[in-house]
Nanobody, 112 residues
Framework: VQLQASGGGLVQAGGSLRLSCAAS????????MGWFRQAPGKEREFVAADRWSGRYTYYADSVKGRFTMSRDNAKNTVYLQMNSLKLEDTAVYYCAADQKYWGKGTQVTVSS
């Protein structure tokens, strides 16, 4: 499966962005999908993931209540709705399938 994340950009603190991860080659219904991020000088960290074809979703404590992950199996696409963005959300965001297949990231920059 090939993954391509998009939707990143520059946003002010408190704003919102919606990231998309389009998959090709195989259907995402076969995979547990996840979002991860890596800030400058830091290790990649978990943000959100789902199981059972999206029926169960779980989040890192740092984004719980602000970020919502969803998927559209028919469009073979996964989304990450990010609200109430904070400066510390600035990072490159990656999507992954079963944490085995990774797409290129998309940059999210939150400014004050």
């Amino acid at each position: 499966v090939q993954l391509q994340a998009s939707g990143g950009g520059l946003v002010q603190a408190g704003g919102s962005l919606r990231l998309s991860c389009a998959a090709s080659g195989r259907t995402i219904s076969m995979y547990s999908m996840g979002w991860f991020r890596q800030a400058p000088g830091k290790e990649r960290e978990f943000v959100a993931a789902d199981r059972w074809s999206g029926r169960y979703t779980y989040y890192a404590d740092s984004v719980k209540g602000r970020f919502t992950m969803s998927r559209d199996n028919a469009k073979n696409t996964v989304y990450l709705q990010m609200n109430s963005l904070k400066l510390e959300d600035t990072a490159v965001y990656y999507c992954a399938a079963d944490q085995k297949y990774w797409g290129k990231g998309t940059q999210v920059t939150v400014s004050s």
